[in-house]
């Protein structure tokens, strides 16, 4: 079974720009989880898609925004891209949210950087 | 809200010894999961290992065990016979029972020594 996959992998913008990430979970689950990794802040949640609805939302401006397709498949999209965006952003994927045994699987990452 | 907290930013370790990876959290929930997740350089984040909180048991997968302390909210990670490709960054991350979202802490960049 093919894992959790990210594209681009990586990625040059310039400020005031806006990108868009792409992440196919793998095949089954139903939830995508988003996430900024940059150093020294770990790992910080951003959203979480489930059947097409975001049903948690980190503390991030509006600027981040994100949709789940009915195959699963997210996007993540920043407007307006600033310096402090660059990071390493993560999508992780789980079969469902009501296993006992709940567990993400995440993808190799976008790494964006802002110029 | 919960956080993680991870003291130790960077770590060393002889090959073939063992290292504890620490670990402390804050909530005010009973029931919550625990995970230690494995970061090799520019390689994807794994699971190391999980916890439920209600059991009292402590997990162990092969060389990776952790000591958790409910009481304590502290849920370190111990790697015996360490191995180079050990060499990872470690996260540390608390989940709710009911709820989605995790929490990581900020890492423990792990260096094996051969």
């Known amino acids: 079974k093919a894992g959790v996959t990210q594209t681009p992998r990586y990625l040059i913008k310039t400020r005031g720009q806006q990108v868009t990430l792409s992440c196919s979970p793998i095949s089954g689950h139903r939830s995508v989880s988003w996430y900024q990794q940059t150093p020294g802040q770990g790992l910080q949640f951003l959203f979480e898609y489930f059947s097409e609805t975001q049903r948690n939302k980190g503390n991030f401006p509006g600027r981040f925004s994100g949709r789940q397709f009915s195959n699963s498949r997210s996007e993540m999209n920043v407007s307006t891209l600033e310096l402090g965006d660059s990071a390493l952003y993560l999508c992780?994927?789980?079969?469902?949210?009501?296993?006992?045994?709940?567990?993400?699987?995440f993808g190799p990452g976008t790494r964006l950087t802002v110029t | 809200a919960q956080t993680v907290t991870q003291s130790q930013p960077e770590m060393s370790v002889q090959e073939a010894e063992t290292v504890t990876l620490s670990c402390t959290y804050d909530t005010s929930e009973s029931d919550y999961y625990l995970f230690w997740y494995k970061q090799p350089p520019s390689r994807q984040m794994i699971l190391v290992i999980r916890q439920e909180a209600y059991k009292q048991q402590n997990a162990t997968e092969n060389r990776f065990s952790v000591n958790f302390q409910k009481a304590a909210k502290s849920f370190s990670l111990k790697i015996s016979d360490s191995q180079l490709g050990d060499a990872a960054m470690y996260f540390c991350a608390y989940r709710s029972w009911a709820g989605n979202q995790f929490y990581f802490g900020t890492g423990t960049s792990l260096t094996v020594i051969p």
């Open positions: 992780a994927s789980s079969l469902s949210t009501d296993s006992l045994t709940y567990e993400q699987y």
